[in-house]
């Protein structure tokens, strides 16, 4: 088998225009719509090109043109530890932290069989509803800028910052925690931490109202939003919409619910589901779940009450260190799992990330210890065909509402 | 303008009152280039308020005059990135956030990276991964004493440590192993039998049976709601057909390439949404097909969600999907990038750890 290097230097482009595909100009030009492009380089947060078919002002077709932040993490992850794959594969959806290594540590945890100390998973998934709350409320912000509402992206990021302050003290870390691994998390979260945490639910729930009045219950608002980008129940099962935007067209589908992991089974909470399918009520199904978030968070810190502190990490995982780290891994990383192997196999997580369903698939030949590939199918990438049928047949000023109720967020999707 | 009367605007005697004015306008225009993006709309926030100093994002390239390149630049991206840059007015700055800027950070040997440097002029790189706010604030504090002194200072210097004297509760830490271990023609198999209590699934499994009856070569259980069925390339249509009539999804599309057996696995992982029972299984629909002419058929025709899927698999595997009007075209990789680049025989630079002093 011939070898070819990959490392091929790019030549800056001489030439400043984008090239547009010629059968999409040639149909523009025959029949009498418009092409109108919209992106790369747009007012919205993150950056993809929709190629827009228009006739009159009405969106006819859109057709997407990703990967403007395809960052190659498939590949990457054929070429590194699996432990090194944690905060490769948290990269995707940076604000969303808890979700998405989780899925990738359960991929992990699955092929190895390992059951995870009771004590880990709660505070798991306190990270994993802390980056639920996190990331609802940074599409909320962006679905604001969208509609030109300065006041409406200021209030969540507000709110985002003392989430963020709650997972710096659990994690060290603002933003980029990594802080799940297999068999447990990195080091034990001690009480006052967790009674923080606690604390920080209450000035979310207080201020939400606030941002209630002045956002979500908006007039402005409501008129943007509502009967707009309007997805029925067949049509979301028929182009595989994910999380919130599948639960907004009324199927009751949360994977927290369908596969429990962690303790979400022992924990109380619903599914909120809405059946209009439209922008607005995409933005409050999400609302709604940030409630429930809040709930699950309190609940799983009164159940860590119970527990006593000192045993975060699997003793199968840790083996002959479980004496010195099995509440703090600081110092034994690699000694653990600089070898780690996983058996031959595929092993497939299906995780509830904030914007939805995000699969992981290892496949493991046994024998080494770096993945022989990992599939990863980000919500972004699921939602983004619903997401382009939801723009036909709306108005063009009615884009951005669309684009923003959906919080597409590229880096998410081109992985 | 002649250049009389730029000289006068550069350094005639109202040259400090321009200065000035630029000083407290840097206005940085969207581009939200990759997950940095989070700390910058963090420090445009009301937390950190970056338009105390005088700076706030602006939608529109023309009405901009700088550019804070929000970490990871792919190739598809570095065009935007130019024509961003040119269509600014002078004068213009950039500023580069995020170690994947600099050398590309987690990514420096994807095959998909830009240095930004490369690319456009940069006056200010800020580390981290993301960077903090207030270090972001921390560059345009910087930037602006540029503009009035003319010169850019280092606004951080890193201690260097002697790694062999860190100790961690006694013990040094350990380096990553390298080199790494890959098995030269590993076994791959992907329905590896397991033992689950799982009733459900044993039902389910039994009436696949009689409906699949003769299209299948096995069926197995790889864990509790994970069942998967091998068959050959000719039969998929066929066996699709009748298994769309319980799962209405598709959740996966994948290639594995096994380059030493000659062949492409392809993977069509389904599901339900409709059927509550359905909800958690996902069965693995699979089939070799040979290395050298890598033709499957579409099931896009069943489950419309496969579509952009399959585009994908085409664009990283070249496997051609035969009845998706799509093939042949680039969908996430730029023009410029190496054609396939997940098969086995795409080689990437390989990471090694070593002491540095
Ligand atoms: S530096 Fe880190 S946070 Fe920034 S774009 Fe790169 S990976 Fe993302």
Redesign the interface.
């Known amino acids: 088998?011939?070898?070819?290097?990959?490392?091929?230097p790019?030549?800056?482009?001489t030439e400043?225009?984008?090239?547009v595909?010629k059968k999409f100009l040639e149909d523009a030009y025959k029949g009498d719509d418009y092409l109108v492009l919209v992106g790369?380089?747009?007012?919205?947060?993150?950056?993809m090109r929709i190629i827009l078919r228009i006739k009159g002002d009405v969106i006819v077709e859109a057709i997407?043109d990703?990967?403007?932040?395809?960052?190659?993490?498939?590949?990457?992850a054929e070429?590194?530890?699996y432990i090194?794959n944690i905060?490769?594969f948290e990269?995707?959806?940076?604000?969303d932290t808890g979700n998405v290594t989780l899925g990738y540590v359960r991929a992990m945890e699955?092929a190895l069989d390992v059951e995870v100390p009771e004590r880990a998973k709660y505070i798991r998934v306190i990270l994993a509803e802390l980056s639920r709350i996190g990331t609802h409320l940074?599409d909320a912000?962006i679905l604001a800028v969208f509609l030109g509402h300065t006041t409406g992206?200021?209030?969540p990021?507000?709110l985002?910052?003392p989430i963020?302050e709650a997972i710096t003290r659990i994690s060290g870390a603002?933003?980029?925690s990594s802080f799940i691994i297999p068999g447990g998390i990195r080091r034990d979260v001690p009480w006052n931490v967790l009674e923080f945490v606690r604390k920080t639910t209450f000035v979310l729930e207080r201020r939400l109202k606030s941002f209630e009045k002045i956002f979500i219950k908006n007039p402005t608002v409501i008129e943007r939003l509502k009967e707009v980008g309007v997805l029925s129940r067949e049509e979301?099962?028929?182009?595989?919409l994910v999380g919130p935007f599948?639960r907004a067209s009324g199927?009751e589908?949360d994977l927290r619910a369908?596969?429990p992991y962690e303790v979400y089974d022992s924990l109380n909470w619903e599914i909120p589901v809405s059946d209009e399918g439209d922008s607005y009520s995409r933005f409050l199904v999400r609302v709604e779940e940030i409630s429930q978030s809040i709930s699950i968070i309190r609940q799983a810190v009164n159940e860590l009450r119970r527990i006593p502190e000192g045993k975060v990490i699997s003793e199968d995982i840790l083996q002959e260190y479980a004496e010195?780290a099995s509440a703090d891994i600081?110092?034994?990383?690699?000694?653990v799992f600089?070898?780690l192997t996983l058996?031959?196999?595929?092993?497939?997580s299906?995780t509830e990330a904030s914007r939805g369903?995000l699969?992981y698939?290892i496949?493991s030949?046994?024998?080494?210890?770096?993945p022989?590939?990992a599939?990863v199918?980000t919500p972004g990438?699921?939602y983004?065909?619903g997401f382009m049928e939801a723009l036909r047949g709306e108005r063009l000023a009615d884009l951005q509402a669309i684009y923003g109720s959906f919080g597409y967020f590229p880096?998410e999707a081109?992985r | 303008m002649s250049d009389d009367s730029v000289d006068f605007l550069h350094s005639g005697p109202l040259a400090p009152l321009k200065k000035w004015g630029t000083k407290w306008s840097l206005w940085p225009?969207?581009?939200?280039?990759?997950?940095c993006?989070?700390?910058l709309?963090?420090a445009y926030?009301?937390?950190y308020d970056g338009e105390r100093l005088g700076s706030l994002n602006y939608?529109?390239?023309r009405q901009t005059n700088l550019i804070i390149v929000e970490g990871?630049i792919?190739?598809?991206?570095?065009?935007?990135l130019?024509?961003?840059y040119?269509q600014m007015p002078e004068p213009k700055f950039v500023i580069v956030m995020g170690a994947?800027g600099l050398k590309g950070g987690?990514?420096w040997?994807?095959?998909?990276?830009?240095r930004p440097s490369?690319?456009v002029p940069v006056d200010f790189f800020i580390p981290g991964?993301?960077p903090?706010p207030e270090a972001l604030l921390r560059a345009i504090r910087s930037l602006q004493e540029k503009i009035v002194s003319g010169e850019a200072r280092n606004t951080i210097e890193f201690e260097k440590y002697d790694l062999s004297k860190i100790n961690?509760?006694?013990?040094q830490?350990?380096?990553?192993?390298s080199p790494?271990?890959?098995?030269p023609t590993?076994?791959?198999?992907?329905?590896?039998p397991k033992e689950v209590d799982w009733s459900f699934g044993k039902k389910l499994i039994a009436e696949l049976k009689s409906d699949l009856e003769g299209l299948y070569k096995s069926i197995t259980i790889?864990?509790k709601?994970?069942i998967?069925i091998q068959a050959e390339k000719d039969d998929v249509v066929a066996l699709a057909s009748k298994l769309s009539k319980r799962f209405?999804?598709?959740?996966?599309v994948?290639v594995?390439?096994i380059?030493h057996e000659y062949s492409f696995i392809v993977e069509y992982?389904i599901s339900s949404?409709?059927v509550k029972e359905l909800?958690?299984v996902?069965v693995?629909l699979f089939a070799r097909i040979p290395r050298n002419n890598p033709r499957f058929p579409s099931l896009a025709v069943f489950?419309?969600?496969a579509?952009?899927?399959e585009r994908?698999m085409y664009d990283?595997f070249g496997v051609w999907f035969e009845g998706n009007s799509a093939m042949g075209?680039?969908?996430?990789?730029?023009?410029?990038?190496?054609e396939f680049?997940?098969r086995?025989?795409?080689?990437?630079?390989?990471?090694i750890y070593s002491e540095v002093e």
């Open positions: 088998m011939e070898e070819i290097v990959l490392d091929v790019v030549q800056p482009p400043l225009f984008l090239p595909p790369p380089q747009h007012p919205g947060s993150g950056h997407p990703p990967g403007y932040v395809h960052r190659s993490m498939e590949k990457l070429t590194r530890l090194q905060p490769l990269r995707p959806a940076i604000m699955k940074y912000g992206f200021m209030w990021f507000a985002r910052e963020v603002r933003i980029t979301a099962i028929r182009f595989g599948l199927v589908y369908v596969e010195v600081r110092g034994f990383f690699f000694r600089g070898e058996p031959l196999g595929e092993f497939t299906l369903t699969l698939s496949i030949d046994g024998e080494s210890n770096v022989y590939r599939r199918i990438w699921y983004l065909k880096p081109d | 225009v969207h581009l939200v280039t990759a997950c993006g989070v700390e709309a963090h926030a009301s937390g939608g529109i390239a990871a792919t190739r598809k991206m570095a065009r935007v130019k024509i961003t040119e994947c987690l990514f040997n994807g095959y998909h990276m830009v490369d690319v991964c993301p903090t961690v509760r006694g013990e830490p350990l380096k990553p192993p790494k271990h890959y098995s590993p076994p791959i198999k992907v329905d590896v790889t864990d709601n994970r998967a209405d999804h598709v959740k996966n994948n594995i390439d380059p992982q949404y409709s909800m958690p996902v693995n489950w419309p969600s579509d952009y899927l994908e990283l075209e680039r969908f996430l990789l730029a023009p410029d990038t190496p680049p997940l086995k025989d795409r080689k990437l630079r390989e990471e």
